[in-house]
């Protein structure tokens, strides 16, 4: 059988409804011919327009599934973004409730209170701190005319952000000392004097009953006359 003749049955036998001896012919004449081999392969190739359509479709999900991870990227992008806002404002909020806002001290930060009154009529206040302070005392008015002595302490009781000096010491008791006559605060003589607010005021001293603390000792009068006012230390 020539190859003009196996060519015009090369379709029906691709397709499989030739007859049988005509199948027998062709596959016979396969074995020695490879124009004709090659033409049965070709039977196989998917036709350009439905490549191209392949092509197409191929494109347009990778295209899809671009699209999908670059908006995964994004909101991942902006969650990080968020997370990160968060963290650094809860972060600056941390540093700044710890390290710039203060509190009156109240009796439990304090681990003893010494007042006594020299001869001279100053009032020695020496009070040992639980924990770091502001290194800050001040005086607070009240609406009765009283004077109160105060010590701020961070609202958070941490001592995460010591100086240098107070990380030398390998404890965490401070002491905090006052002299201070109670007739000189101003011009206008206060009618009383307390350390601390509040409930745990203590009262030094009054304008009507005079002095509410006990007379130093000999030592403690020594002491304090040898001592020069300063801060917390």
């Excluded at 390290?99 to 001869?119: H, I, K």
């Excluded at 008015?141 to 995460?160: A, F, K, M, Q, Y």
Aim: contains cysteine.
């Amino acid at each position: 059988m020539n190859c003009r003749i196996v060519q015009d049955l090369l379709p029906l036998y691709h397709d499989g409804v030739c007859s049988q001896e005509s199948r027998t012919a062709v596959e016979e004449h396969l074995t020695g011919c490879e124009a004709c081999r090659r033409m049965l392969a070709d039977m196989d190739a998917p036709l350009p327009a439905a490549a191209e359509k392949q092509a197409e479709n191929d494109a347009a999900v990778v295209e899809k599934i671009a699209r999908e991870w670059r908006r995964l990227w994004r909101r991942a992008l902006l969650t990080g973004t968020v997370v990160v806002l968060v963290l650094c404002l809860g972060g600056f909020a941390f540093w700044y409730s710890v390290t710039q806002c203060a509190v009156p001290m109240d009796s439990g930060d304090y681990a003893y209170l010494n007042t006594c009154v020299l001869e001279s009529g100053e009032i020695c206040v020496d009070v040992g701190l639980n924990r770091a302070c502001r290194n800050c005392m001040y005086y607070e008015t009240d609406e009765s005319g009283g004077v109160h002595l105060c010590i701020l302490r961070p609202p958070l009781r941490l001592n995460i952000f010591l100086n240098a000096y107070e990380k030398m010491f390998p404890f965490d008791l401070a002491a905090a000392r006052w002299k201070f006559d109670p007739r000189d605060f101003s011009s206008v003589e206060p009618e009383n004097v307390y350390f601390g607010v509040g409930e745990d005021s203590i009262l030094l001293w009054s304008k009507e009953a005079g002095y509410a603390v006990p007379a130093a000792t000999e030592t403690e009068e020594a002491f304090w006359n040898d001592w020069s006012p300063g801060h917390v230390f």
